[in-house]
């Protein structure tokens, strides 16, 4: 079975830290990954996706993610975050035609 | 990147009433497009898969009859909700991938439509 977790609901970091928000997936087969943004009321916003190669993905607004195969996870940093970057965060996996999104997890950078 | 266009952004309607959503690829074709629901700070749901000239695919436990869904080009999906009733007030987002893209394309989401059922 397919599945992608997101295990914060939320993430509170200072702006100029670094921060990262975490997935893990479940997949048979090879994953293809993906992070997404949505800011209020807004559609949402492709930040970057892992098909394979280098496990380490740069993305927009100077967002990367790890892949790590061994630990199953996914999960999207930056160096240091920005007060614009607080914004609901979504991990996604897409396998089988169909799209596997996680629960959101909620970025607060405060100033 | 590519853009999709969904509208309306927000629509208020009287219960009973039937309101229909465009989903628009701009500038690329999309044989795929598919429809989500969000309900409050939690994650998208699939409501149907939306394919070109032929029937929507729907998820289990969503209603065929409630959610209409026609794709009639390669640019245009639309979800009516028909005879709305305030539990269908949500927030729905359409999404396509590009037709050439293959596997490994991300789908590109509009900007969702705000449903407020009275």
């Known amino acids: 079975a397919q599945s992608v977790a997101q295990p914060e609901d939320q993430v509170n970091v200072a702006e100029g830290n670094p921060l990262t928000v975490k997935c893990t997936y479940s997949?048979?087969?090879?994953?293809?990954l993906f992070w997404y943004v949505q800011y209020p009321n807004r559609g949402l916003q492709f930040l970057l996706k892992?098909?394979?190669?280098?496990?380490l993905v740069k993305g927009s607004y100077g967002f990367e993610a790890e892949f790590n195969k061994s630990q199953t996870s996914f999960h999207l940093k930056k160096p240091s975050a920005l007060v614009s970057d607080s914004a609901l965060y979504f991990c996604?996996?897409?396998?089988?035609?169909?799209?596997?999104f996680g629960s959101g997890t909620k970025l607060n950078v405060k100033p | 990147g590519a853009v999709v266009s969904q509208h309306p952004s927000w629509v208020i309607c009287k219960s009973g009433t039937s309101v229909k959503i465009e989903c628009r690829s701009l500038?690329?074709?999309?044989?795929?497009m598919f429809w989500y629901r969000q309900f409050p700070k939690q994650s998208l749901m699939l409501m149907a898969t939306?394919?070109?000239?032929?029937?929507?695919?729907?998820e289990q436990g969503v209603e065929k009859d409630k959610f209409l869904i026609n794709h009639a080009s390669l640019t245009l999906s639309t979800l009516t909700v028909t005879s709305a009733h305030p539990e269908d007030s949500s927030f729905y987002i359409c999404?396509?991938?590009?037709?050439?893209?293959?596997?490994?394309?991300?789908?590109?989401f509009g900007e969702g439509s705000r449903l407020t059922v009275l």
């Open positions: 999404s396509a991938r590009d037709a050439g893209s293959g596997d490994t394309g991300e789908l590109f």
């Open positions: 997949v048979s087969g090879n994953p293809y």
């Open positions: 892992y098909i394979t190669g280098d496990n």
């Open positions: 996604a996996l897409y396998n089988f035609n169909k799209f596997y």
């Open positions: 500038d690329f074709q999309a044989t795929t």
């Open positions: 939306s394919n070109e000239g032929s029937k929507a695919t729907y």
